[in-house]
């Protein structure tokens, strides 16, 4: 974990500790971005690179997630990786789809 710098304000936010992903909360993300994340449950922080022009709203993969691995947000599973997503990589309906249908 880092300390941000004073007045440093967080591009990426996880909600758990155990998530694998987390939202974007800045208009612009682009690719090779330093973010600053912050892990809300007890605001820890760290960093992790921007590997994609990523939307705000859109999800970032924390680590590198395969192909029928589940994406956790919030601790709990929100669907299933369908194609393989490096970390820092884009988390979105062309690689993650809900397990529901």
């Given amino acids: 974990m880092s300390n941000p710098a004073p007045n ?17 909360v800045v208009e612009g993300l682009t690719a090779g971005t330093d973010m600053l994340c912050c892990i809300t449950h007890d605001n ?7 590997g994609a022009d990523v939307p705000i709203g859109h999800k970032i993969a ?10 956790i947000k919030y601790g709990e599973d929100i669907g299933k990786i369908i194609a393989d ?16 249908w």
Avoid: M, W, Y
């Fill in 62 to 71: 924390l680590k590198d997630l395969k192909d029928g691995d589940t994406a």
């Fill in 8 to 24: 440093e304000i967080p591009h990426l936010l996880v909600h758990e500790e155990a998530d694998n992903v987390g939202v974007v």
């Fill in 85 to 100: 997503i490096p970390q820092g990589g884009h988390v979105h309906t062309q690689n993650c789809k809900t397990k529901r």
């Fill in 44 to 50: 820890s922080t760290f960093r992790l690179t921007a």
